[in-house]
């Protein structure tokens, strides 16, 4: 996973917590850290966090490494 993938993936789960928090508790962490949800700051945040989540999609459609186990060889006694 490159570097790029692995600042989208922090800042995807930092999108994901704070709906969460929207969700169950009414409560806009990202505004309350960056002044409100109009401020540039947090609209700059929500961008990144929309653009990180792009980035991620390539993640859902990327085939997974498979394990090749090379097989043991036979001992002779």
């Known amino acids: 996973m490159s570097a ?3 600042i989208a993936l922090a800042l995807t789960i930092v ?3 704070n709906w969460g928090l929207i969700g169950f508790f009414q409560f806009d962490l990202v ?3 960056f ?6 700051l947090a609209r700059i945040i929500y961008g990144l966090v929309g653009i990180a ?4 999609l ?3 459609f990327k085939p997974s490494q498979e394990i090749v186990r090379e097989p043991e060889p036979k001992s002779i006694r």
């Open 31 to 33: 505004a309350f850290i």
């Open 15 to 17: 999108g994901a917590i």
């Open 53 to 56: 989540g792009l980035i991620n």
């Open 35 to 40: 002044g409100g949800q109009g401020s540039a």
């Open 4 to 6: 790029i993938q692995r």
């Open 58 to 60: 390539g993640l859902l």
